[in-house]
């Protein structure tokens, strides 16, 4: 499995950005979807989930200014980002996860840079 995300770069406070990531190599339908961020000197966390079935979880700190959405024919997971915040710089994850083995996978990151 390989996972691209795309869709980073640097954005004033207050706008928007729409993250994608691709996965290749497996079925789509058969993973978990997520994105994780790390801000430097941090440790990673959650940012929002999707499930399979297109159940969607969100860390609480995001304050619900993201949305998490799947396509399974375009086998990509998107996040938009609206009213970005500095402490919304980091770089951002994809992650898979198997829905029948405990086995996951993560993509390289995209940088989000929010200036104030």
């Known amino acids: 499995v390989q996972l691209q995300a795309s869709g980073g770069g640097l954005v004033q406070a207050g706008g928007s950005l729409r993250l994608s990531c691709a996965l290749s190599?497996?079925?789509?339908?058969?993973?978990?979807m997520g994105w994780y961020r790390q801000a430097p000197g941090k440790e990673r966390e959650l940012v929002a989930t999707v499930t399979t079935g297109g159940t969607t979880n969100y860390a609480d700190s995001m304050g619900g200014r993201f949305t998490i959405s799947r396509d399974n024919t375009k086998r990509t997971v998107f996040l938009q980002m609206n009213s970005l915040k500095p402490e919304d710089t980091a770089v951002y994850y994809c992650?898979?996860?198997?829905?029948?083995?405990?086995?996951?996978?993560w993509g390289q990151g995209t940088e989000v840079t929010v200036s104030s």
């Open positions: 992650n898979a996860r198997n829905k029948w083995r405990s086995v996951e996978y």
């Open positions: 190599g497996n079925i789509f339908s058969n993973y978990h």
